[in-house]
């Protein structure tokens, strides 16, 4: 008698799907706004948040989630910044999942309503389609990266809820048209709000935390 195969595939996505819905419950039930950072490696997102420790200090408990490929280098600057922090480590993964970010959040030390931001790992690409249970994506793009980045890397551009263009006190030095990189932003998503912000500075971060604290939960 002939050997029949079968195969058998893995439905890995609507596992993600569910791991997503489970953090969202999680989320739910303990009052924390997840806000999914991402934005290419380098474009200033740990940066971004050490300075928003101080800018929401006093007006909202926050946490971070780090994500990377490896080292908690990152983990450990927030920690310097005197956030709850913890590192999830992706390997080879180019993203972070949900299940991961789940089990983060299980273990967050948080007690109360809360901001948790997740710092996914440097990619433009691959986070941007990943639902983690997040209440908004949000863009990190650095002035150095050129003004072109949104039309060639849509998918981010069109998910996010807010775009953070940062590092503008470079400007000065670069030979950059900021009204292109606006212009190319509101082709791919003519909605969404962008945040002009220097982390070394400050410059631009009070809006930024302002409208932070107007992202509800997800639908
Ligand atoms: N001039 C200037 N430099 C910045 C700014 N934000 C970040 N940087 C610098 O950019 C480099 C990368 O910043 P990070 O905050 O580590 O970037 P990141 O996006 O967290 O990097 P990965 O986690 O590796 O993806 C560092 O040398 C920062 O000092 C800024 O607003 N202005
Ligand atoms: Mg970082």
């Given at each position: ?65 780090e994500?990377?490929?490896?080292t908690t280098r990152d983990a450990e600057r927030i920690r310097g910044?005197?956030?709850?922090v913890?590192q ?132």
């Amino acid at each position: 008698m002939p050997t029949e195969i079968i195969r058998v595939y893995r439905d890995v996505l609507s596992d993600d799907r569910r791991w997503a819905q489970a953090a969202r419950a999680l989320l739910q039930a303990r009052g924390w706004i997840l806000l999914n950072l991402i934005g290419s490696p380098g474009s200033g997102k740990t940066a971004l948040l050490e300075k928003l420790a101080g800018a929401l200090r006093d007006r909202a408990a926050c946490a971070v989630i780090e994500a990377d490929c490896a080292t908690t280098r990152d983990a450990e600057r927030i920690r310097g910044a005197g956030l709850p922090v913890s590192q999830i480590l992706t390997g080879d993964g180019c993203h972070v999942t949900a299940a991961a970010v789940h089990q983060a959040l299980s273990d967050l030390p948080l007690a109360g309503p809360a901001l948790v931001f997740v710092e996914n790992v440097g990619n433009l690409v691959c986070p941007a389609s990943c639902d983690i249970g997040e209440a908004a994506k949000i863009a990190v793009l650095s002035v150095t990266e050129g003004e072109d980045k949104p039309l060639k890397y849509p998918i981010l551009f069109r998910a996010a809820r807010a775009v953070v263009l940062t590092k503008t006190d470079l400007l000065p030095h670069l030979r950059y048209r900021l009204e292109d990189v606006l212009a190319a932003l509101r082709q791919v998503n003519g909605a969404t709000p962008i945040f002009q912000i220097s982390a070394k500075t400050g410059a631009g971060l009070p809006a930024f935390a302002d409208w932070l604290l107007t992202v509800g939960p997800p639908e």
